[in-house]
């Protein structure tokens, strides 16, 4: 719904391309700039990739994000103009966002602890392929699978790795997760799973000290990893806007049909 919210006080972030820090720069001239701290939104300037990073800055201040696309890949961005931009965020659409939490021991027992926006991913760290068990809240579903790796994806993310892995895009709203293989090899014709948000997925690894497996989550890796759990994170809600007519629910709404 249109949020009531008057955001006067606006920090901006941009990355480092030319693009940005030029819109950056404009931006500031017209509607000066606060530190993160103090403002009442956050503008990014840039691509998915700063976006992604502004949200895990951000994870915990309960702080509204705002994107403008000067940057790459724009999926999760507003497009870029200088004009009405508090009125353009009074008029915004909310978007609640919950992360991943992955909880990944390795081989020495070190526990890694990381949040994600996008996924969880285990991939193979050497040649051969990855021989994985999977569980789910606490039930064995596939005693063997070998492949290149699996992921859990958010809502968010199943628009970005895990489309390319052949997995489905799930409605923002839509209280699921994306459990897809990359490149499996048995069961050959396994394309993955959908699960309720409220699923505890464990992934045991089989064979770690011969099919060494990373897990990722987003861009925190670990390594050697022989267990990894990931529920997603009801305690934090990352709060994205998006102009009307321009929501992620429509942006993924658009990317099923092609265009």
């Known amino acids: 719904m249109t949020s009531p919210e008057q955001y006067d006080r606006i920090a901006f972030?941009?990355?480092a391309s030319a693009e940005?820090?030029?819109?950056?720069?404009?931006?500031v001239e017209l509607y000066g700039n606060h530190d993160p701290s103090n403002a009442d939104v956050v503008v990014a300037l840039g691509g998915d990739g700063l976006m992604l990073q502004t949200l895990h800055q951000q994870m915990h201040s309960g702080k509204p994000i705002?994107?403008?696309?000067r940057g790459t890949v724009g999926f999760l961005m507003n497009e870029f103009s200088t004009h009405d931009l508090h009125e353009r965020?009074?008029?915004?659409?909310?978007t609640l966002i919950n992360p991943l939490l992955m909880r990944?021991?390795?081989?020495h027992g070190v526990v890694h602890l990381h949040h994600a926006i996008n996924e969880v991913a285990l991939f193979r760290q050497t040649h051969q392929a990855a021989r994985l068990r999977i569980l789910i809240d606490e039930h064995e579903r596939m005693?063997?699978?070998i492949a290149d790796g699996i992921l859990v994806a958010t809502?968010?993310?199943?628009t970005a790795y895990n489309l390319s892995a052949q997995g489905p895009i799930l409605p923002i709203n839509a209280a699921l997760l994306a459990l897809t293989p990359i490149s499996p090899f048995r069961p050959r014709r396994w394309r993955g799973a959908?699960?309720?948000n409220t699923a505890f997925v464990v992934i045991e690894v089989l064979e770690g000290d011969k099919r060494p497996v990373a897990a990722v989550a987003d861009h925190d890796e670990a390594r050697d990893v022989r267990r990894v759990e990931v529920l997603s994170d009801k305690t934090i809600s990352m709060r994205m806007l998006f102009d009307p007519g321009h929501s992620l629910d429509e942006r993924i709404l658009r990317e099923q049909f092609g265009y």
């Open 20 to 27: 940005a820090q030029e819109a950056l720069d404009r931006l």
């Open 89 to 94: 965020l009074a008029a915004a659409r909310e």
């Open 13 to 15: 972030v941009a990355s």
């Open 66 to 69: 705002y994107g403008m696309h």
């Open 143 to 145: 005693p063997e699978l």
């Open 104 to 107: 990944a021991t390795d081989i």
């Open 155 to 158: 809502p968010a993310g199943s």
């Open 194 to 196: 959908l699960l309720p």
